[in-house]
């Protein structure tokens, strides 16, 4: 039977990739309007309304979320691959402001003067980058020309950005949009915003500095050498063998640094004085409760807001970590991808979650294993990192990926594990067996529901998909778009292998690796149902649900393979 998904009728989204990629190869200046017709005939299903005369809001703060707030300001974005690139290009980035986004971690410098350095990864920075910059122009001047042609010079624009209604009949659009538009701006940004909109149309401007691919392998090298120290201990004969996680850096933490259940007293007696959104009865509840399985989730929720609240437990936090066996590395080798060192044998049972301790789990401390959990990379950075940190580790146990996906037949919150991922960076389909099935997830998930046996495509970027790309993967059984799944099977080939991933085969992993393969995908965005997306909810206590149930699915099954390599070797541990 033929596994492979239908070829997606995408000529329009072709053309748009070949184009940017064409002009981009100019060793100058490239005007972002070169790319506005391709991309708005491209029928992305993230900017719907690209051909409208209304402004689409959606595809605006979409974009503006994965921009940095200095943005209103830019008129030159340099794209390179390392300080020395820029140096020598005469931009002394090192020298300039950090600055930073809320939907992209991505390395961003600003020069105060209209200049952002953008440090990309891998080609998926260039895929993601140049449509998010390019819909956040076409509907600017959008809204330029509106405004100018309804309110003109004599409204105050800081007024208007300030009230939804007013904002709203200005724009001709819902006062949800107009809202949605405040938000993405910040409430205190708005007026700052709006008075760029109304002041001048955009006209930005990309410069790419000769990217290569030795280059990514040289950004993933830096990487490396960054988290090799924390990993090899000197005292150690050899390399300890890895467990692999892409993941975030809180929930792992939470589940296995300990720091909220040692400190669950006083993290409680904050939120009772505080009551942050609304969480104070609930909080208290579940600790009159004794129930730590019913506490726990709310701990790890408000940790964050607990800490940002005194300036000194940030720190406080690192060091009682480490202390638990748990090294968190920021940006190691300056690559905007964090890393965490959890040795095993070094965590204490005590503090675990309550949901990870499965019988005898004091077999934990004969283990040598090491997980190394690794900050959600972008498309093709995830191939380079796991490629790299491969060479430098001991025997891989387990490669386990967490991420967000767009889901075409579920809802906002569930989970997704798919056996079977189509890559359009490699054109394979990869079979595999998934080390996870809806019963390892589900009794971890509250408001969601879990769909095993799934298909899933890893595509270039958000905004390279239409309708009929989804349409067809859909009549093919393909429900799950996400971006990094394909990279990282291709790095898993590539360990097992003595050859580099193919093109366009369908790959039998399982056939080949030694070692445990999981991949599990919560939904944070449902585009044929145009129902609310996790953007809006990220920050809440319902968005950080389906995280923490994909989190203690894969740190549990961790635990269980190594108890159960002693187990197994009962006359030696018993």
Not at 132 to 144: C, D, F, L, P, R
Not at 392 to 403: C, H, L, Q, S
Not at 512 to 529: E, K, M, R
């Amino acid at each position: 039977m033929d596994r492979r998904p239908p070829e997606p009728e995408s000529e329009e989204i072709a053309l748009y990739v070949s184009t940017y990629y064409s002009l981009l190869r100019s060793t100058g200046e490239v005007r972002v309007r070169a790319f506005e017709e391709a991309h708005a005939f491209s029928g992305s299903s993230l900017h719907a309304g690209a051909l409208d005369d209304e402004a689409d809001i959606s595809a605006f703060a979409y974009a503006a979320a994965r921009l940095p707030s200095e943005m209103i300001d830019v008129d030159l974005l340099v794209l390179g691959q390392s300080h020395e690139l820029f140096e020598a290009a005469g931009y002394d980035v090192q020298s300039w402001q950090i600055s930073k986004t809320r939907g992209r971690r991505r390395p961003l410098r600003y020069d105060g003067h209209g200049t952002l350095a953008v440090f990309i990864a891998s080609a998926s920075d260039i895929d993601d980058l140049v449509p998010i910059v390019t819909a956040y122009q076409i509907e600017w001047n959008k809204m330029h020309t509106r405004i100018w042609r309804t309110a003109g010079s004599k409204t105050n624009i800081a007024e208007v950005f300030g009230n939804p209604i007013a904002l709203a009949e200005v724009l001709g659009v819902s006062v949800q949009d107009a809202q949605k538009l405040i938000d993405a701006f910040g409430t205190a940004h708005a007026a700052i915003g709006g008075k760029a909109i109304h002041d001048h149309a955009l006209d930005l401007r990309l410069r790419i500095l000769a990217p290569s691919y030795s280059q990514y392998q040289r950004a993933a090298q830096r990487w490396w050498s960054g988290i090799e120290p924390a990993y090899v201990k000197k005292d150690e004969p050899r390399r300890p063998p890895v467990y692999f996680v892409s993941s975030n850096t809180h929930a792992i933490a939470n589940l296995v640094g300990g720091y909220a259940h040692a400190h669950a007293n006083e993290i409680v007696a904050w939120a009772r004085q505080h009551d942050p959104e609304n969480l104070g009865d609930a909080v208290a509840r579940a600790a009159a409760s004794n129930n730590p399985t019913e506490l726990a989730p709310l701990l790890y929720y408000l940790l964050r807001a607990y800490i940002h609240s005194d300036s000194g437990r940030a720190k406080h936090v690192r060091a009682f970590e480490a202390n638990k066996g748990l090294v968190h590395l920021s940006e190691p080798g300056h690559i905007d991808v964090d890393a965490q060192i959890a040795h095993l044998s070094e965590l204490d049972p005590k503090l675990l979650d309550p949901r990870l301790k499965i019988p005898e789990i004091e077999l934990l401390q004969k283990s040598d294993a090491v997980i190394v959990n690794i900050d959600y990379p972008l498309g093709m950075a995830a191939y380079h990192l796991l490629s790299r940190l491969a060479q430098g580790v001991g025997e891989v146990r387990g490669i386990y990926v967490m991420g967000k996906a767009a889901t075409l037949n579920g809802r906002v919150g569930d989970v997704m594990l798919s056996g079977n991922v189509y890559d359009e960076h490699s054109k394979n389909t990869f079979l595999f067996r998934n080390a996870f099935i809806a019963r390892n997830v589900a009794p971890y998930l509250r408001h969601g529901s879990v769909f095993d046996n799934q298909k899933a495509v890893t595509v270039r970027s958000a905004f390279l998909q239409n309708k009929k790309y989804m349409d067809a993967f859909y009549r093919g059984g393909y429900t799950v778009l996400e971006m990094e799944a394909g990279p990282f099977l291709s790095a898993a080939y590539e360990l097992v292998n003595p050859r580099r991933v193919p093109s366009n085969e369908v790959v039998h992993l399982s056939a080949h690796t030694g070692f445990d393969v999981g991949i599990l995908h919560y939904a944070s965005d449902t585009p044929y149902s145009r129902r609310h997306s996790l953007l809006s909810k990220s920050l809440s206590f319902f968005g950080v649900d389906s995280t923490y149930a994909c989190a203690i699915a894969i740190v549990r099954r961790i635990i269980e393979l190594e108890c159960a390599r002693f187990r197994a070797g009962s006359n030696l541990c018993r």
